[in-house]
């Protein structure tokens, strides 16, 4: 259980901090660190990736809050190391993003998320999006491998 929160506040810290530099260090105008593969551009996004239905932040709030309830229910009963880290991330991802939505702008439950990371054709995003995404490929290998989330007991 402690790797799972362990990992969830590292993801949660670094995503908040990250966000705190890009909304004072950086603008909507592309900053190219590697020419065009990597760039850093601030971005207030109230929809889910691609910025997918804009308009609809109260509804990513609520279901965010489930995740977190669903995932702090069940953790007690996961065993497996990789499924805690895979839930860790999950966990970090979702609140580094549910911060956002809660506190920020333009208000209570409706804030935007700040993303700004950018690579070449996809969408901008934060630490917060890349530790679900690394949560969500690790949870397809260790389901591929057949490793359950929890051991059971014969």
């Given amino acids: ?10 993801i949660w810290v670094c995503d908040f901090l990250t966000k705190i530099w890009a909304l ?18 601030l971005v207030k996004n109230s929809g889910a990736a691609f910025s997918f239905a804009a308009g609809y932040t109260f509804i990513f709030t609520l279901l965010a809050v489930s995740v977190v309830v669903a995932i702090l229910y069940y ?27 809660i506190f920020r702008e333009p208000g209570f439950l409706n804030g935007h998320v700040v993303d700004w990371i950018e690579l ?5 995003f934060n630490i917060a999006d890349s530790a679900i995404t690394i949560a969500a490929v690790m949870a397809f290998t ?7 989330p929890v051991t059971r007991v014969r």
């Avoid at 259980?1 to 590292?10: D, G, V």
């Fill in 1 to 10: 259980m402690r790797r799972l929160f362990l990992t969830a506040w590292i």
């Fill in 24 to 41: 004072g260090a950086l603008s909507s105008t592309p900053r190219p660190i590697l020419g065009d593969f990597l760039q850093l551009t």
């Fill in 75 to 101: 953790s007690p009963r996961v065993t497996s190391t990789g499924w805690l880290i895979t839930v860790g991330l999950l966990l970090g991802g979702v609140l580094g993003n549910l911060t956002d939505r």
């Fill in 120 to 124: 070449p054709r996809w969408p901008v």
């Fill in 142 to 148: 260790l389901t591929v491998r057949n490793i359950p």
